[in-house]
Nanobody, 118 residues
């Protein structure tokens, strides 16, 4: 079955950088949209970015210009490079995947915590 495993979270000071990784297994993911979501304490879950199998990407306005989503198809890993981090980026970050024709994200990782201090 499909499994997503995130890594790379941690604590960093404002202005710093982190790179999150999402290792995917159980499918070729040729026709999937892979996304990063985040949820801060007391707030709704927010989609941060996604990347389609054809390489198209999209970002939330709150991270545009600071975060970059990418993929290594040979290793089936998706990355989220986060630069110029702000305290408001503090959240649990989740990797998610859905088949391109589905509406909902069916597969989720366990999450990795990102904490940005001022």
């Amino acid at each position: 079955q499909v499994q997503l495993v995130e890594s790379g979270g941690g604590s960093v000071q404002a202005g710093g950088s982190l790179r999150l990784s999402c290792a995917a297994s159980g499918d070729t993911f040729n026709n999937y949209r892979m996304a990063w979501f985040r949820q801060a304490a007391g707030k709704e879950r927010e989609r941060v970015a996604f990347i389609d199998s054809d390489g198209i990407t999209k970002y939330a306005d709150s991270v545009k210009g600071r975060f970059t989503i990418s993929r290594d198809n040979t290793k089936n890993i998706r990355y989220l490079q986060m630069n110029s981090l702000k305290p408001e980026d503090t959240a649990m970050y989740y990797c998610a995947a859905r088949f391109v024709f589905d509406q909902d994200y069916k597969y989720w990782g366990q999450g990795t915590q990102v904490t940005v201090s001022s």
